[in-house]
């Protein structure tokens, strides 16, 4: 996959972030790179959280989540779940940027996938 495709893929996982999360990202910066410092990582928060700015910090260079390509391709099976990966990607280092550390992200994240509640039948 192109770089551009790929791109516009990752374009649609921060469309995809729900409107009162997106309108509350300042300064940050979202950038594709092929390959991630260490193995494992499909996305990497750089900044500072949002909970432990103060209005005192000086101006800040943007905060950065990067999206590493590769890793991504070589485990989707199909575009749909690339989509889906790069979406849930996107969604963990913003939590990040939220200030949530890796523990309650992972619990967000089984909570997200959990299937609702059904109602009983009227």
Avoid at 4 to 11: I, K, N, Q
Avoid at 31 to 47: F, I, N
Wanted: hydrophobic share 35%; aromatic share 8%; charged share 30%.
């Amino acid at each position: 996959m192109t770089r551009r495709e790929f791109d516009l893929l990752v374009e649609n996982a921060i469309r995809a972030i729900p409107a009162r999360f997106r309108r509350r990202l300042h300064n940050v910066a979202f950038v594709v790179e092929d390959e991630p410092p260490r193995p494992g990582l499909l996305g990497l928060y750089h900044g500072r959280p949002l909970p432990v700015r103060s209005v005192s910090d000086p101006f800040p260079m943007p905060d950065r989540i990067t999206i590493y390509q590769g890793p991504h391709e070589r485990l989707a099976r199909s575009r749909a779940h690339l989509q889906r990966m790069l979406d849930e990607t996107v969604w963990h280092e913003v939590a990040h940027y939220f200030g949530m550390d890796e523990a309650r992200v992972r619990r967000a994240e089984h909570r997200r996938r959990r299937p609702p509640p059904r109602r009983p039948a009227s």
